[in-house]
């Protein structure tokens, strides 16, 4: 038996919007299935506005840009988060730092955050890592004491919550992906949240993610025809993307209680593990409600964790590590960063294991995965 990593979690409804998107001629952006999967997020999530866009990474790079963003702004991030947040910063000319990370969640450290502030800090970027919440109320409070904006990395925290609100709709910006490794997935694609009842930034956001043009009001036929009225790019989905997306949503808790399934099992059997030392848990605090994107141990060592990588490899389960930290990455470095400026980011990413976790995996293939862990970590 094989187990991967990931697998997308694709039924016959997915082909039947893309097909019924086919027949309608609907297949540019901002069509009858962006339509109907913008007013699904915005009426589940309790979101003020959702913007469809063609990446996690966009959405993250329209609200930097809405968050105006320039030279000598610095933005506070963790290091331990995909390229993509740090970039969207970058290409606003502006500069990313590198804030710690908690050992328990690997969400930013609130205390090394609210060190790092400058009086050119102008704004944060949390990031919800495995779906797991940062500790949203104090980072909100440090935002408003310092005037900070908050651009939430949601990317991996579509469909959780922090004391009963959802990810990405508690900063002034929320940014989701419909990565194909993302729990629920159209394979390429994302939204920006806006939660500031700002109707000239709203307008604005519209403007820039459809080539500088109103083509948003057009189609909404507040206007006749729609013109260039300032700069923009081309951020809308393709709407048959955005059929697949609307069948994943529709089978969003469904998608969920099976990961949620696995992550129990996983965490079942791993307790004896963590109760001899040999490794810790991941934590979900008390004010969230997860998703179960992710389930990662860690282990004390990166040679023991590299061990169990391969050991796990040969018998054919893909276990992972994951993000190598942006700090201590060629690009950190170039930026001024050493390895030991950020030692529990560093350590953790050293540690970190995942186990596949997919809503398809069937009690087989997790028995499976179960079996090949305890030879290897009943063996350490
Ligand atoms: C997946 C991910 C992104 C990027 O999303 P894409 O849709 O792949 O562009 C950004 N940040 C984090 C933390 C992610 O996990």
């Known amino acids: 038996m094989n187990i991967p990593s990931f697998k997308p979690y694709l039924s ?43 990446s996690g990474t966009h959405a993250l790079e329209l609200a930097a840009i809405l968050a105006n963003l320039g ?73 408003s004491n310092h005037h900070l904006q908050v ?79 300032d700069w923009g790019s081309s951020y809308s989905p393709s709407d048959m993307l955005m059929a697949v997306l609307l069948a994943q949503l529709e089978a969003m808790q469904e998608i969920t209680e099976k990961r949620k399934a696995v992550y129990a099992a996983y965490r079942h059997a791993f307790e004896p593990y963590e109760k001899q030392g040999i490794l810790r848990m991941m934590e979900i605090s008390s004010e969230c409600d997860a998703n179960y994107h992710i389930f990662w141990v860690m282990f004390n060592s990166q040679a023991i964790r590299d061990f169990v990588l391969a050991e796990l490899k040969s018998r054919g389960v893909a276990a992972s590590f994951h993000f190598l930290p942006l700090h201590s990455s060629p690009m950190g470095r170039k930026m001024g960063y050493k390895p030991s400026d950020l030692p529990i980011t560093e350590k953790s990413a050293q540690g970190l294991l995942r186990l596949p976790l997919y809503a398809g995996m069937t009690e087989d293939e997790y028995h499976f995965v179960l079996k090949a862990a305890e030879a290897v970590i009943g063996g350490l």
């Not at 910006?173 to 419909?178: A, H, K, L, W």
């Not at 993302?182 to 519209?206: D, V």
């Open 151 to 229: 651009i939430e990395d949601a990317a991996q925290g579509v469909n959780a919550k922090y004391r009963g609100r959802n990810l990405g709709t508690i900063g002034d910006f929320g940014c989701y992906s419909f990565h194909g490794t993302k729990n629920y997935t159209c394979g390429e694609g994302g939204a920006l949240l806006i939660n500031q009842k700002n109707t000239q930034l709203i307008e604005k956001a519209e403007i820039i993610r459809q080539k500088g043009t109103n083509r948003c009001q057009f189609l909404r036929g507040d206007v006749h025809n729609y013109n260039w009225l």
């Open 12 to 54: 016959e409804k997915e082909k039947k919007y893309v097909i019924d998107a086919m027949e309608r001629s609907q297949i540019s952006g901002d069509g009858y299935y962006t339509e109907r999967v913008t007013a699904f997020i915005e009426n589940s999530f309790k979101a003020h506005k959702a913007l469809m866009m063609t």
């Open 71 to 143: 030279p000598d702004d610095e933005v506070i991030m963790p290091s331990f988060t995909f390229s993509s947040t740090a970039n969207a910063v970058l290409l606003r000319g502006a500069k990313p730092v590198f804030a710690e990370v908690e050992a328990n969640t690997l969400n930013i450290d609130p205390a090394d955050l609210e060190r790092k502030i400058t009086t050119k800090t102008k704004a944060m970027i949390p990031v919800h890592y495995a779906g797991v919440a940062c500790d949203m109320d104090r980072l909100m409070a440090i935002a």
